[in-house]
C-alpha cells in the first residue's frame, strides 16, 4: 500500500520564492496539489523570476499559483500582502519562511549597516511574517523556517547570518508552543551547503573545503530541503514541531 502527500485544497506562501530553494519549494508543493502563493521583494529579476514561474505553474494547473511582492524586513509591507492574500485565497495552511540575504565579513570589518540588513531580513522578516501571517493562518496548519548549519558551525565572517539563522530556530521552539492551542506546528529546517546561486558566492577553495567535511560527498540540492519542508506540513509529521530538522549530508564539524 503505497503512502502519498496530497495538498489539495490547501494554501502554502512561500517567501523568497523566485529562485533557488523557495522556487524548489513551490514547485514541489505545488505538484502534491496545494495553491502556492509566490512573494518575492520586487528587486533585481525577482518579479520576473516569480512571475515566469507562477506562469509556468498555471499552465499546468490553471488558478493555483499568485504572486505576491513584499519585502519581509518591512513590518507594513508584510501586513499588507497577508490581507492581500486572505482576499485572494481565503487564508493559507503553511507559510514557509524562506526569504534570505547575506552579507559576509569579518567582525572587524562588518559595517552596522551590513550587520542590520542581515538580521531584518532574515529574522525580523521571519517574525513578521509569522504574526502576520498566524492572523490569516486556518487551525491545524504549519510553519516551516529556514534556519542553517551556519548557526550551529559558526562559518569564519558570517556573525550576522549565524545569529539570525540561530534566532530563527530558537523563535520556531517559542511559535511552536504559542500556536499549539490552534494544533499550528512549527519547524526550522537548517540545511547544509546546498547547490544555489547564494552558494556559488562561496569562494572555490572554501567550498572544496567544505566538501571534504560532508560524508555523503556532495552538496545538497535544492530538492533535499524542499522534500522535507514537504514531510512537515504533511499529516505524517502530525506529532513534529518545534524541531530543528538538520538537512546537511551528515556534517557534524
Request: with cysteine; hydrophobic share 50%; net charge neutral.
Given at each position: 500500500?503505497?503512502?502519498?502527500?496530497?495538498?489539495?485544497?490547501?494554501?502554502a506562501?512561500?517567501?523568497g520564492?523566485?529562485?533557488?530553494?523557495?522556487?524548489?519549494?513551490a514547485?514541489?508543493?505545488?505538484?502534491a496539489?496545494?495553491?502556492?502563493?509566490?512573494n518575492?521583494?520586487?528587486?533585481?529579476s525577482?518579479?520576473?523570476?516569480a512571475?515566469?514561474?507562477?506562469?509556468?505553474?498555471?499552465?499546468?494547473?490553471?488558478h493555483?499559483?499568485?504572486v505576491?511582492?513584499?519585502?519581509?524586513?518591512?513590518?507594513?509591507?508584510v501586513?499588507?500582502m497577508?490581507?492581500a492574500?486572505?482576499?485572494?485565497v481565503?487564508?493559507?495552511?503553511?507559510?514557509?519562511?524562506n526569504?534570505?540575504?547575506i552579507r559576509?565579513?569579518?567582525?572587524?570589518?562588518?559595517?552596522?549597516?551590513?550587520?542590520?540588513?542581515?538580521?531584518?531580513?532574515?529574522l525580523?522578516?521571519?517574525?513578521?511574517?509569522?504574526?502576520?501571517?498566524?492572523?490569516i493562518?486556518?487551525?491545524?496548519?504549519a510553519i516551516?523556517?529556514?534556519?542553517?548549519i551556519?548557526?550551529?558551525?559558526?562559518?569564519?565572517?558570517?556573525?550576522?547570518?549565524?545569529?539570525?539563522?540561530?534566532?530563527?530556530?530558537?523563535?520556531?521552539?517559542?511559535?511552536?508552543?504559542?500556536?499549539?492551542?490552534?494544533?499550528?506546528?512549527?519547524?526550522?529546517i537548517?540545511?547544509?551547503?546546498?547547490?544555489?546561486?547564494?552558494?556559488a558566492t562561496?569562494?572555490?577553495?572554501v567550498?572544496?573545503?567544505?566538501?571534504?567535511?560532508?560524508p555523503?560527498g556532495?552538496?545538497g540540492?535544492?530538492?533535499?530541503?524542499?522534500?522535507?519542508a514537504?514531510?512537515?506540513?504533511?499529516?505524517?509529521?502530525?506529532?513534529?514541531?518545534?524541531?530543528?530538522?538538520?538537512?546537511?549530508?551528515?556534517w557534524?564539524?
Amino acid at each position: 500500500m503505497s503512502i502519498e502527500i496530497n495538498l489539495n485544497g490547501k494554501v502554502a506562501l512561500i517567501t523568497g520564492a523566485s529562485q533557488g530553494i523557495g522556487a524548489q519549494m513551490a514547485r514541489t508543493f505545488h505538484r502534491a496539489g496545494a495553491t502556492v502563493v509566490l512573494n518575492h521583494p520586487d528587486k533585481g529579476s525577482t518579479r520576473g523570476d516569480a512571475d515566469a514561474l507562477a506562469t509556468q505553474l498555471n499552465a499546468i494547473r490553471p488558478h493555483s499559483a499568485l504572486v505576491v511582492a513584499a519585502d519581509v524586513s518591512d513590518e507594513a509591507a508584510v501586513q499588507t500582502m497577508m490581507t492581500a492574500v486572505h482576499e485572494q485565497v481565503g487564508g493559507i495552511d503553511f507559510l514557509i519562511n524562506n526569504a534570505a540575504i547575506i552579507r559576509d565579513r569579518t567582525l572587524a570589518k562588518m559595517s552596522s549597516a551590513e550587520w542590520q540588513d542581515v538580521i531584518d531580513v532574515n529574522l525580523s522578516g521571519v517574525f513578521h511574517c509569522c504574526k502576520f501571517g498566524l492572523a490569516i493562518m486556518r487551525d491545524g496548519g504549519a510553519i516551516i523556517s529556514l534556519g542553517s548549519i551556519a548557526a550551529i558551525q559558526g562559518f569564519y565572517g558570517q556573525a550576522n547570518y549565524a545569529a539570525a539563522k540561530a534566532g530563527v530556530q530558537a523563535m520556531m521552539r517559542v511559535v511552536s508552543r504559542e500556536a499549539a492551542r490552534r494544533a499550528i506546528r512549527a519547524n526550522s529546517i537548517a540545511p547544509g551547503v546546498i547547490d544555489t546561486a547564494m552558494a556559488a558566492t562561496i569562494p572555490a577553495p572554501v567550498r572544496a573545503g567544505m566538501l571534504k567535511e560532508i560524508p555523503l560527498g556532495r552538496f545538497g540540492a535544492t530538492e533535499d530541503i524542499a522534500h522535507v519542508a514537504l514531510f512537515l506540513c504533511s499529516p505524517l509529521a502530525a506529532y513534529v514541531s518545534g524541531q530543528t530538522i538538520e538537512v546537511n549530508g551528515g556534517w557534524r564539524g
